[in-house]
């Protein structure tokens, strides 16, 4: 590949308010970000509860998956801030001892 062109991109219609590949281009740009942050404690759980990937050192299809989760958790983490910003709605937010759904 030559280093200074540009993949070629599919172009899908998704309509005006969502475009893939700003979508695409920013969770390049956050796991590249989580990189540099280095790991950090989520949740209840402690340091090295987890095992991180890193971006530099995954390739071909674990960094496709990469991009897929982290557009995944974005978009359910703006699905949640609506859901918050909406009194009676937002109150499932709330559950600590709820069972959790996957959503479709």
């Known amino acids: 590949m030559i280093p200074w062109s540009k993949p070629v991109q599919p172009s899908l219609k ?3 308010k969502w475009k893939v590949t700003e979508a695409v281009d ?3 740009e ?3 970000m989580k990189e540099v942050i280095g790991q950090t404690q ?3 759980r402690g340091l ?3 095992t991180a990937k890193w971006w ?3 390739d071909g299809k674990e960094k496709r998956d990469m991009i ?4 995944r958790n974005k978009e359910d983490s703006t699905r949640v801030q609506k859901a918050v910003q ?3 709605q937002g109150q499932w937010t709330n559950w600590d001892t709820a069972i959790q759904r996957s959503l479709t």
């Open 42 to 44: 989520t949740d209840r």
């Open 56 to 58: 530099s050192k995954t």
């Open 68 to 71: 897929i989760d982290e557009i």
């Open 30 to 32: 956050c796991l590249k």
């Open 86 to 88: 909406q009194p009676q």
């Open 48 to 50: 090295g509860s987890t």
């Open 26 to 28: 920013e969770a390049k």
């Open 14 to 16: 998704t309509g005006r």
